[in-house]
């Protein structure tokens, strides 16, 4: 009966997972290709899931949120990720912290990819989900051929950190080495602390005279705690002409294998001579590590790799053929020890040498999944050429299989080729199909293990990407976090598990713990895990290596803490705040959220400072993080508010009257604090901007000054900060005065006179023969609120003066007009009774005229400053015949004033 029940649920597990994962990180990449133009630059997220209710996927740099996407099956997603986010040519970026790289978060498991391009070059970083996370890992990427003329070309390597206080350390590499933007050259390590979403950038390039020959190929870096890594080149020559992306995201040791296959990409295997892109780089992990390709069943390995980080490439003509006229070709390799296998491939077969991509490949298990469900857009990768914008590109698709796998693409067999065998081994077997299109799902219908790659290009353009099998090595990963509830995860492809629990990790330590499916719920029970998981497929079970899981941090504030903007809060010296004995390790303390504005930082004694200087906030928040000693340390995030007390002054200005002299005599004191009415501990007033000549403070109150002054005010507040960088000002003003436009004198009688400018309504008195300086009492003005105002003329024909004020009762404009008398009459007999017409008054008017005409219109007399304007009754001398004679006068009050005119008829009586 047991038999049976084994048999049946044989025969109804199906596998579908994937790298499909509920959590994907991508490390930020960087790039050396020169000042690219922005344009040309494309990185967009893929996203595509089996599930067929629609879910949420959330994408954060950082804590940040900065988009999301709704997926589900028939319907995958794409998103633009902006380049700051994941990408930087900026030399100062590299060897530095930085706030860049990706955390997809979703539900339910997706598939992500990462592709991108620069100009003619591209490439696609495939995630490898939570599989891809561990301490660590052996960097691969290519040999860069310099060449006789060398291009630009790099090494690098990005991490990014899943949880506070992660210590990250890179080395096996030549010492000689030198960093770009590296404070420590010439060191055999390089080590840095990361915050979660924090990332940071290892590169070396050639534009120092170095050697490439290995760079960081095989390279170690080793963490603390989980991160994700990505490495290759971003300029790698590898060919005598043209330059490629070749990058990939790695995987941990713990995930690596012993058995692979490689399937060619697009470069040409036919050639007598081997390909120069299509190879395959083979890393150890561990010390004497025997590599065998192909058929070799001998105790004679074709490579022997002595030290953990040494590698080999094997040359494409060491690829047997699998349809040598389709050009499609395989390596097995087998190692005696855990090892890293990446293919480098060309995209396209045209233009083979400038068209290189890279893929990790899994390693073989019957613990693959047997459905790869769905991989969207598989020939899309945005890339400025030449020759213009290419979208699509050609792809093939390479299928590994167990033996006897019912194989399917997108619910078919068209196009499909194969199965090939392989040689070395009779239970895997290959597929291949070309120009794949679209979304693709690759199934073997009768359950047998799977994964799948793909290699595409068109003219410059090479990339590659395997989507599945990073998982099939069982390995715990945590998932969730302290505030949300963390959960400890396998995959779920697996028929039973069991879950255990030790302490301390020591041999026959481990007691079982409740669980039954490929999640359980630790809470605050921290210690090591692991998981025997047991698929019927692929007997016998199997067990995870130990996962360590460490408590949650605990959360606390201080209490709000005020200093000036000049200042630093007092030194804060970490204590956990349930136990203040506990000893700390203070080379984990860091600070976990920067803040806003002003800088925070920890000493190297592991105290915390922060210096306002600089901000013009009020209020900032900044975190730090601190841990204990020991196997399973406490640790606490401290949340520091920190309330900075601003030099906020409002600038104002003063408005008074002036004197005779132009002057007036302003309160700096009352100007400065009727607007700014919190207590200072003193201020002072400069009457220049460079703050060299202090006002006095006997002045302060009366001040006398002429208008459109600034005066200047710096303050100390309570904290003893000021504002010299940033003074007040109090501009000094007066009212505006008004403005005589027009004085009209109405016979000798009254005088109409019109005003702007100044505060409407206006007081005006008229005085004979007046002086700019007359005091004029107020009694005396009259008032007008409707404009323009007639004033009497009392006392005859003269010199007058008009006085105006405007509502702000300044000192009075003042202005001179006359009254000029009219004389009807001439008769010049010398009886001392009209012998003349004087208008001399004319020589106070600005432009005056005045002309005598006969009936014929002919000129008789005209005025003038050597005549005075004084008619006797003659022209040029000679006595006029008694007539009527018409006259004109014309002339300004003044430059502003319309012109005045007159005329009539005069009688001249003559004695003859």
Known sequence: MKKITLLIMMMVSVCISAQMDVEHWFAPMGSNFPSSNPSDNYQRIYLSTKETTPFVVEIYNGNNLIGSENISKGSPARFDVPREYIITENNLEKMAVLNKGLHLVAGKKFFANLRFSVRNHAEIVTSKGLGGLGEIFYLGMPEVNLGSSPAVSNHTASVIATENATTITLSGYDPTLVFTNDANPLSVTKTVMLNKGESYIFEINNSRSQNFTKGLIGAKIQSDKPISVSSGTFSGRIADTGIDIFMDQSIPVTKTGKEFIVMNGNGNLNSPTPSIMEKTLVIATEANTDVFLNNNTTSTPDYTLANPGDYIFVNSNQYFPLSATDNIYGLYVKTSKNAYIYELLAGSFSNEEASGGMNLIPSLSCFLPSKIDELSAVDENKVVTNSGTTDTHDVKLNIIAQVGSDVYVNDSKAGLNGPYPVLGTNEWELYSMINVRGNVTIESKNSRAITAGIAGGSTNVGFGGYFAGFSSVPAIAKVGDCS???????????????????????????????????????????????????????????????????????????????????????????????DPNITIDTSKTFISQKPAEGVAYVDTSGAVHFDASGSALEQVTFKYYFEGIGAFPDSEEVTVTVNIAQIKLKNTEQTLCLDYKGEAIYNLKLAFEAVNSDPYKTYSFYSDSGLTQKIPNVLTESYPSKPDKIIYVVVTNIYDCDNKNEPAEILLKTFELPTINNIEVSDTDSVTINVSNGTPGYYFYVKKNGKETDFIPESVYTYFDKLPARLPINDGKGSYRVYVKSADNCNPVSQNFSVIGISNIITPNDDGANDFIDYSDLLTKLDPRFEVYDRNGKVVFRGSPENRYIWNGKSAGRELPTSSYWYLLQWNESSTSQRTQKSGWILLKNRN
């Open 484 to 578: 949300k509830g963390q959960e400890l995860v396998v995959d779920d492809i697996y028929d039973l598990y069991e879950w255990s629990y030790s302490p301390d990790d020591t041999l026959g330590s481990y007691v079982p713990y409740p669980g039954t499916t490929y999640f359980v719920t630790p809470g605050a029970k921290f210690g090591y895990y692991k998981c025997k998981v047991t698929k019927y497929s692929c007997l016998p079970f199997r067990e995870t290596i130990a996962f360590k899981y460490l408590k949650c941090t605990e959360l606390s504030a201080f209490v709000p803490t005020t200093i000036g903007n000049c200042r630093s809060i007092p030194v804060i010296i970490p204590a956990f705040k349930k």
